[in-house]
């Protein structure tokens, strides 16, 4: 099956700071979505980009899906962005299932 | 907009009884839900997709009989944890895909299960 890689699996960052994700799948995809997993278990949508560039605010993500790959950029990181990120892709043809990657922790300390 | 809510949030049950948990899209309508199962510091793992009117459609290794999924109506599907056992202990996320627009899903809250 598919695999979704994510990297790095852990981060720590100081309050301020800015941070890229990276989420690496290994077949062509036509859906995906990055998501922040608050400390409370809520899986939070962030945005859904299977191609391109968008941005929210301090969030802004890039998906490259000829190269298999979509980074998610966090700046000026604050402490309520700690949780775990993960991306999910759906696989060309795979029909509506969701695929998720190995996950991000972070940790932004004041 | 696109929320979905689950209940309940926490459950503890005795070994051997059976617990149902509610999935519903509140303001939108979901031909298609799906749950999910997270082990601790392990990411989501999918267990069934859900089609209104029609039988579930399991991953390959989850029991359908141990695992009951019903999606009655547009906006609810249920799950229920049949004899459950302490390995049946986890974190349970549902689902919902919009009927009309992109493939976005949105997530309900989750539903911890700890059984005795």
């Known amino acids: 099956g598919i695999q979704v890689e994510q990297s790095p699996p852990d981060l720590i960052l100081q309050e301020g700071a800015n941070s890229t994700l990276r989420c690496n799948f290994s077949?062509?995809?036509?859906?995906l979505q990055w998501f922040h997993q608050n400390p409370w278990g809520q899986l939070i949508n962030l945005f859904y980009?299977?191609?391109g560039t968008k941005q929210n605010g301090r969030l802004s993500a890039t998906t490259v899906a000829t190269e298999r790959y979509s980074l998610l950029y966090i700046s000026s990181s604050q402490t309520t962005d700690s949780g775990v990120y993960f991306c999910?892709?759906?696989?060309?043809?795979?029909?509506?299932?969701?695929?998720f990657g190995t996950g991000t922790q972070l940790k932004v300390e004041l | 907009g696109a929320v979905v809510s689950q209940h309940p949030s926490r459950v503890i049950c005795k070994s051997g009884t059976s617990v149902k948990i509610e999935c519903r899209s509140l303001?939108?309508?979901?031909?298609?839900m799906f749950w999910y199962r997270q082990f601790p510091k392990k990411s989501l793992m999918l267990m069934a997709t859900?089609?209104?009117?029609?039988?579930?459609?399991?991953e390959q290794g989850v029991e359908k009989d141990k695992f009951l999924i019903n999606h009655a109506s547009l906006t609810l599907s249920t799950l229920t944890v049949t004899s459950a056992h302490p390995e049946d202990s986890s974190f349970y996320i549902c689902?919902?895909?919009?009927?009309?627009?992109?493939?976005?899903?949105?997530f309900g809250p989750g539903t911890r299960l700890t059984v005795t």
């Open positions: 980009i299977p191609s």
């Open positions: 689902s919902a895909r919009p009927r009309d627009g992109p493939y976005e899903q949105y």
């Open positions: 859900s089609n209104e009117g029609s039988k579930a459609t399991y």
């Open positions: 303001d939108f309508q979901a031909t298609t």
């Open positions: 077949d062509s995809v036509n859906n």
């Open positions: 999910a892709v759906i696989l060309t043809g795979g029909g509506n299932k969701l695929t």
